[in-house]
Nanobody, 122 residues
Framework: QVQLVESGGGLVQAGGSLRLSCAASGNIFSVNDMGWYRQAPGKQRELVATITSGDSTEYADSVKGRFTVSRDNAKNTVYLQMNSLKPEDTAVYYC????????????????WGQGTQVTVSS
């Protein structure tokens, strides 16, 4: 069984910072891409940032220059450093990982975390 567990969400004032973490655990053979998505009330889930196993990154235009995604491959953990937060960043943030399990190392599956709430007050 594989789990993705997120932490670090909370309430912050506009202009503040938060750091999200997401750790993948279980019978993991290898982890490929990892990333963060978010969903605000009444809106579709959208990509925030992704990072490959080779540390190539991609960001949504709305967060470029403010958010930084990173990972620790030894810990199967991905981070999202969020600076200069704005009220429009308020959403539930979800971690996503594409990985292979030890019992089916030839097949890549997608896993999601349970989500962590980020609220930015004005």
């Amino acid at each position: 069984q594989v789990q993705l567990v997120e932490s670090g969400g909370g309430l912050v004032q506009a202009g503040g910072s938060l750091r999200l973490s997401c750790a993948a655990s279980g019978n993991i053979f290898s982890v490929n891409d990892m990333g963060w998505y978010r969903q605000a009330p009444g809106k579709q889930r959208e990509l925030v940032a992704t990072i490959t196993s080779g540390d190539s990154t991609e960001y949504a235009d709305s967060v470029k220059g403010r958010f930084t995604v990173s990972r620790d491959n030894a810990k199967n953990t991905v981070y999202l450093q969020m600076n200069s937060l704005k009220p429009e960043d308020t959403a539930v943030y979800y971690c996503k990982a594409n990985l292979r399990r030890t019992d089916e190392y030839y097949y890549t599956r997608t896993y999601w975390g349970q989500g962590t709430q980020v609220t930015v007050s004005s």
